[in-house]
Structures are given as structure tokens and as C-alpha cells.
């Protein structure tokens, strides 16, 4: 696809915009913002924004699920040129429909097409159409679950998805669910912004259970992390995780006042999985430690960021149970991959852990902003629960009583409508696409002579780089000064492979850096994919590697 077919699809799309009348001034009064603040201003600027809105709702995504490249040539720096007036005008400087028709012709040809079944680099993806009208049902409820007063029903639907997902996580009996789906004393999770507030949440209670009130000792929630440690005899916390742990771990280990130094990171196994004799040393390490050091928690990946590895979770729950550890797993990604009869068993021993973090904007194909953590005790969010004088009393539906979050709105909604339009078999139709086309590009790529597949899938995400079929038969068995150079010379190389296909502007893959045996010196640069696009397909992904070998023939070769 080149770019002038490209400008032509853009052009297609564009929006009328009506020719702007003899235009008189726009003035900000009163009278005016009445007129604006409650409805549109007239019938005929009514009529505009139907039309606009229903070319959003409907064309804006229509528009982007076409293959039309990545985003316009030009670059941030350039944007960012743009945009650099400073200061709020005194009076309004458009109507409404001026804005609207601007947002979507000037502004979004520079946003990230990630919609393209070409962008298989991250971990955001096209969404189905409805997800949208959703979103802009939620918007115009405008409810906070933050307190009942404000969100009523929103707060009892939100209590029963969170009962939906906690089953399809933790399979307990009908008696568990019916006392616990709408019990105002209870909590089987909460949503959050995302993986990282979910992570966080779950890293909170594990740290006040640790540092629990003690005889006259209160608690480090209340009496801070130097009185904790005092009162538990203890100089440091840490965290375990293999060395793919999510950086959100570094930065809740930061913000809890344990030090993100403290997060230890393990070495992980040929196929990527926490190393389980690394673990066990490492427990034991610092077990000898006279009780100086104590794991605050150990966290289990059901979806490497990275890689799309899976930890051994039944290994990790039975090392957990045995050392008294606080069990999170991190399945910011995988958590979905429950729905699927087919894969389900890759996330067994999920159901052992102490809480698990689940994504609503990765593979629950929600829009952006939605995560979600779940607890298997519904008693322990008790842990970090507060109070306020005007909101948040004890027994209350008040989601806000035990959440990081105050204010939000009611995502549960969107989540919860999902779950009823696509069903879990609908979902898993997604999942399973993502994991067998990830198959199919792996097969793929081992039978191209220029590519080495670096991680083969286990879920929908995979590793490789480009790898000369020469360099691939000096990296037999060199030396490890050889090796060392070849891997540089390749790192570079793919390094400007990612660099220039994604300025290409078709078809994007991302990349990121792996090691080599765990050696930080063996470092390998390595181009990521991530399949999750139900339009993306074989076909398109060998597209893609044509690309990289057209690339690499003419800069590399
Ligand atoms: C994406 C991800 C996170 C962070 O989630 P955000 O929604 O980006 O905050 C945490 N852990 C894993 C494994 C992830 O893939």
C-alpha cells in the first residue's frame, strides 16, 4: 500500500465540514453557555452533530479497521512544533462542530492506527465496534462508583462481574458466590485504571499483611514503614519475581516504601518461566537471613509482558504454601485465556494464588483504561479499607472503601455488557485465533533461512530476530568473544530493522531486548509480535516479514 493510496482513503473520510458562515465572533456569556451547556444550540447544529457522531461511532472505526498504514509521516518533533501555544484564550476560539471535524481530520491521522491488522508490536489492538457506544453510554451515565449515592445500580453491577470473573478465576462453589456476590461486607476484587493500580493494590495488602498490627503496634498503614519494621523485628521486604517481571512491580515496590531495589528479580528458564532452583535458593537465602529479610511477596507472570510466558503457578502456589509467602500472580494479559476450554489449562494453579491482576483493556478488548485485581479471601481487602465522614461508612456499597482509586467511573458496565454480547465462547474465538496465528507465524519463521525464532509462543506473543543464514552458522559454537560481536552486529541490525519499518509507516512490530542465559552482558535485541487483531492472519504477517528481508536486502546485505 503506498502512501498516496493511503492519502486517498484518508481524503474519502474526510468530514464536510460546513463552509464556515460570514463568521461574527463567538463570545462567551451567559446566555450562550446556557444554550450549549444542556443541548445543542439549535436544530441544525443539532443535525451536524448526529451526522458527526454517527461518522465516529461508525466511519472513524470503519476507517481504521481498514488497512491504511500506521500513522502520517510526520514525525513527533514536528508535532510537537504544533502544539506549543500556551495560553487558554479569554473567549471561545470554535464550535463545536469546527472541533469535532478538526479532531478527526487533523488530529487523528497522528494518532497510532493501532486498529491496522499491521500493528502486531504491542499489547493494544483493535476493539470491537460496540465497545465504543459502550463507553459513550458509560460517559453519559457519568456515574462514580466511588459511592453508592452517585452510582446505584452501577455499584450492584459492578459487584456481580467482579463475582463472574472471580468464578471463572478461582472456581469456588455456589455458596461462596450467592454470600459473597452482593454482600456489602465483602469484596472479591475491584476495578482499576489498569494492570499497574491492580498490581499495586494487590502489592498493598500483601505488604499490610505482613506488617500486621502486633500487640500495642497498629500497623504500618497506620504507623509507617519504620515502626512496621520495628515491630516485626525486620530490616527489609522483598519482592520475587522472574527477571520479566512488569516494571509496575518496581514502581509499586517504590511507592509501598519497601525500594524497588527490593524487587529481586530471578532468573528464568530456556523457555522463559521463573527458574524454579533459582527461586529456591533464593527463598532460602534469604530465609537464613535470621528473619532480617522477609519475601513480602512472590508474583507469578500468566503472560510475560515480553514474551507472552507463563510461570509454573502450580510450583509457585506449592513454594508459597510450604515458605508462608503471599502468592500474587500478575495475568494482566493472560487472565482472559480462563474462558477458552481449549488453552484454559495453560493458567492451572492460577486458582491457589492470594490475588491475581486481570486487564480490561488487553484481552477483554476493552477501550483503554480498565484493569481489574481479584482476591481469594473476600475478607482481606479489609487491609487497606478507609473511611471517610460523608461517604465510605462502614456496610455501605461504597466501592471507594477498599480501592486505590476514589473517583471512577463505572467500567464494570462495559465489561459487563461484553461479557453478554460476546459470551465466553465469543472470547475465546479471539484467544484461540491469537494463539494458533502465533503458531503459524512461528512455523513461519523457522522456515525462513534470514529470521531465528528467539521465544517460541506459548500464548499469542513470540520473539525472533533477523539472523543471516551465515552469522547463524558462525554463532555455532564460537567462542564467547566471537559471539559476543556477531550478537552485537545483530542487535544493531535489528535494532534499525524495527526502527525503519515502523517510520515506514505499513506495519509495525516492537522490539525489546532479552539476555541471553540470564547474562546481563549477552544481550539480544529481538523483534516482538503480538497477535491479537482477529483480522491479522498469516498472510499479513508474512507481508511483514517480506518487508523485514526487503529491509535487511537493502541497508544490510
Ligand atoms: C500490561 C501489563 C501490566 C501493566 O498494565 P497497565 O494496564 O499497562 O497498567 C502489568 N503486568 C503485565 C504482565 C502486563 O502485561
Redesign the pocket.
Known amino acids: 500500500m503506498n502512501k498516496l493510496k493511503l492519502k486517498l482513503i484518508r481524503d474519502d473520510f474526510k468530514m464536510e465540514t460546513a463552509a464556515p458562515p460570514a463568521r461574527k465572533q463567538l463570545i462567551a456569556d451567559w446566555q450562550t453557555l446556557n444554550r450549549i451547556f444542556i443541548r445543542p444550540e439549535d436544530e441544525d447544529a443539532k443535525r451536524a452533530l448526529v451526522k458527526h457522531m454517527e461518522q465516529i461511532l461508525f466511519g472513524l472505526h470503519d476507517f481504521l479497521q481498514k488497512h491504511v498504514g500506521i500513522t502520517e509521516e510526520a514525525s513527533l518533533k514536528e508535532l510537537a512544533e504544533r502544539f506549543k501555544d500556551t495560553f487558554i484564550q479569554p473567549h471561545p476560539e470554535k464550535r463545536l462542530s469546527e472541533v469535532i471535524s478538526d479532531l478527526v481530520n487533523e488530529v487523528a491521522p497522528h494518532a497510532v492506527n493501532v486498529a491496522s491488522p499491521y500493528f502486531v508490536g504491542h499489547?493494544t489492538s483493535a476493539i470491537p465496534y460496540f465497545m465504543v457506544h459502550l463507553k459513550t453510554i458509560t460517559a453519559a451515565l457519568n456515574q462514580n462508583v466511588n459511592k453508592a449515592e452517585t452510582s446505584k445500580v452501577l455499584s450492584i453491577i459492578e459487584k456481580q462481574v467482579l463475582a463472574k470473573i472471580h468464578r471463572l478465576i478461582y472456581q469456588q462453589d455456589d455458596a461462596f458466590y450467592e454470600a459473597h456476590v452482593q454482600n456489602p461486607n465483602t469484596a472479591l476484587g475491584c476495578f482499576t485504571e489498569?494492570?499497574?493500580?491492580a498490581?499495586m493494590t494487590a502489592l498493598w495488602v500483601a505488604r499490610n499483611s505482613l506488617l500486621a498490627p502486633v500487640g500495642q503496634f497498629l500497623g504500618c498503614e497506620q504507623e509507617g514503614m519504620v515502626a512496621g519494621y520495628q515491630a516485626h523485628g525486620i530490616e527489609r521486604c522483598v519482592l520475587l519475581v522472574s527477571r520479566l517481571g512488569?516494571f509496575?512491580l518496581r514502581k509499586a515496590a517504590g511507592l509501598l516504601g519497601i525500594g524497588n531495589r527490593n524487587v529481586i528479580s530471578i532468573d528464568v528458564d530456556a523457555r522463559n518461566r521463573i527458574k524454579l532452583s533459582a527461586l529456591k535458593r533464593c527463598i532460602r537465602d534469604f530465609e537464613a537471613t535470621d528473619g532480617r529479610t522477609r519475601i513480602m511477596a512472590l508474583v507469578g507472570?500468566a503472560?510475560?509482558?515480553e514474551t507472552g510466558s507463563i510461570d509454573p503457578l502450580p510450583e509457585l502456589a506449592e513454594i508459597c504454601a510450604e515458605h508462608g509467602i503471599y502468592y500474587h500472580v500478575?495475568a494482566?494479559?493472560g487472565g482472559p485465556t480462563r474462558m477458552s476450554e481449549k488453552y484454559r489449562h495453560l493458567l492451572n494453579g492460577i486458582e491457589r494464588a492470594d490475588s491475581v491482576?486481570i486487564?480490561g483493556?488487553?484481552q477483554f478488548y476493552m477501550p483503554m483504561g480498565c484493569?481489574m485485581v481479584y482476591f481469594k479471601n473476600p475478607l482481606i481487602l479489609e487491609r487497606i479499607a478507609y473511611h471517610a465522614r460523608y461517604i465510605a461508612r462502614p456496610g455501605s456499597v461504597d466501592l471507594g472503601i477498599k480501592s486505590l482509586s476514589g473517583s471512577r467511573e463505572a467500567n464494570s458496565l462495559v465489561l459487563a455488557s461484553a461479557l453478554q454480547i460476546m459470551g465466553a465462547r465469543g472470547y475465546s474465538l479471539l484467544l484461540e485465533h491469537g494463539i494458533e496465528t502465533a503458531k503459524a507465524f512461528a512455523a513461519e519463521i523457522r522456515k525462513r533461512p534470514l529470521f531465528e525464532l528467539v521465544t517460541k509462543p506459548q500464548l499469542n506473543i513470540l520473539t525472533y530476530r533477523v539472523c543471516p543464514p551465515e552469522t547463524k552458522a558462525q554463532l555455532q559454537d564460537a567462542p564467547t568473544i566471537l559471539r559476543r560481536r556477531l550478537n552485537a552486529y545483530l542487535n544493531d541490525m535489528n535494532r534499525g530493522i524495527q526502527v525503519l519499518q515502523r517510520e515506514g509507516g505499513i506495519s509495525f512490530v516492537s522490539r525489546t531486548t532479552l539476555y541471553e542465559n540470564n547474562r546481563l552482558e549477552d544481550p539480544l535485541v529481538v523483534l516482538r509480535a503480538v497477535i491479537m487483531n482477529p483480522m491479522t492472519n498469516i498472510d499479513i504477517l508474512k507481508e511483514i516479514l517480506d518487508e523485514q528481508e526487503e529491509i535487511y536486502q537493502h541497508h544490510f546485505a
Open positions: 499489547m489498569g494492570g499497574t493500580i498490581n512488569h509496575s507472570i503472560g510475560a509482558t500478575d494482566a494479559w491482576t486487564d483493556h488487553k484493569g
